[in-house]
């Protein structure tokens, strides 16, 4: 079992920044894919990013060049830095996790959810 726990979220200006984090607790944190996934009011979940332990790391399109993934397995937490931030950007944040090296993009791939955090991006 996993359990996830984000934090970083809040109210930022179109083009500021903000750094998420997502804190794992449980065994084997190494073997596991971390995901950031989002939603928007009235929209479905999709997809962010993703590192899996080992391998290549994968994004969304309309993240790419402004987000960035990482972990630290040192201490189960993985990141998500937010740059260059849109008013679309604006969503509650999900930390998923999933055993395995692919860094899926789907939703019902991912075992694991946290409760999320809200980003609001201002114009």
């Known amino acids: 079992q996993v359990q996830l726990v984000e934090s970083g979220g809040g109210l930022v200006q179109a083009g500021g920044s903000l750094r998420l984090s997502c804190a794992a607790s449980?065994?084997?944190?190494?073997?596991?894919?971390m995901a950031w996934f989002r939603q928007a009011p009235g929209k479905e979940r999709e997809f962010v990013a993703a590192?899996?332990?080992?391998?290549?790391?994968n994004y969304a399109d309309s993240v790419k060049g402004r987000y960035t993934i990482s972990r630290d397995n040192d201490k189960r937490t993985v990141y998500l830095q937010m740059n260059s931030l849109k008013p679309e950007d604006t969503a509650v944040y999900y930390c998923a996790a999933r055993r395995g090296s692919d860094a899926s993009n789907l939703v019902g791939t991912y075992d694991y959810w946290g409760q999320g955090t809200q980003v609001t991006v201002t114009s």
């Open positions: 449980g065994r084997s944190f190494g073997a596991y894919t």
């Open positions: 590192i899996p332990w080992s391998g290549r790391i």
